[in-house]
């Protein structure tokens, strides 16, 4: 676990947005992560965090509010060479900070990674009551 003083979260800027899109991308080719435009992360940035390890951009994240009763945690992104370091969950937490500051009811994340963001306090909302359905549109984006 890599000491929480030594990577550093902080609230995106624009001159960001290269490397968010480059470590987005990364993730996107192998199916993992939905692709995001340019304009869909800058429009995000107010609620985008970044995370640096020795002055390197080696993760991100995405808050998308809809309402003040949800709001989604989206393009989780952690640079190969830092995963596993605890980078995502501070990643996460920042979102679910933002989430308690903006006092946002419910958070949700839509992942392949079950086990990681039970690790992070999620879980299944009202089981058997409550689930999301999905109708893909297109085949591909």
């Given at each position: 676990m890599i000491d929480p003083d030594t990577v550093h979260i902080r609230k995106a800027v624009p001159a960001d947005l290269t490397a968010i899109k480059a470590l987005i991308e990364a993730y996107v080719e192998d199916g993992i992560l939905?692709?995001?435009?340019?304009?869909?992360?800058?429009?995000?940035?107010?609620?985008?965090?970044?995370?640096?390890?020795?002055?390197?951009?080696?993760?991100?994240?995405?808050?998308?509010?809809?309402?003040?009763?949800?709001?989604?945690?989206?393009?989780?992104?952690?640079?190969?060479?830092?995963?596993?370091?605890?980078?995502?969950?501070?990643?996460v937490q920042a979102c679910i900070d933002l989430a308690n500051e903006k006092q946002i009811f419910e958070l949700m994340a839509i992942s392949s990674s079950e086990d990681f963001f039970k690790s992070c306090g999620f879980d299944f909302t009202l089981p058997n009551l409550r689930k999301a359905f999905f109708l893909q549109m297109r085949d591909e984006l």
């Open positions: 939905l692709p995001r435009t340019y304009d869909e992360l800058a429009e995000l940035i107010p609620h985008i965090f970044v995370a640096e390890l020795g002055g390197v951009l080696v993760g991100c994240v995405a808050l998308d509010i809809y309402n003040h009763k949800l709001a989604e945690i989206r393009s989780l992104a952690v640079a190969k060479s830092a995963q596993g370091k605890g980078v995502g969950k501070l990643l």
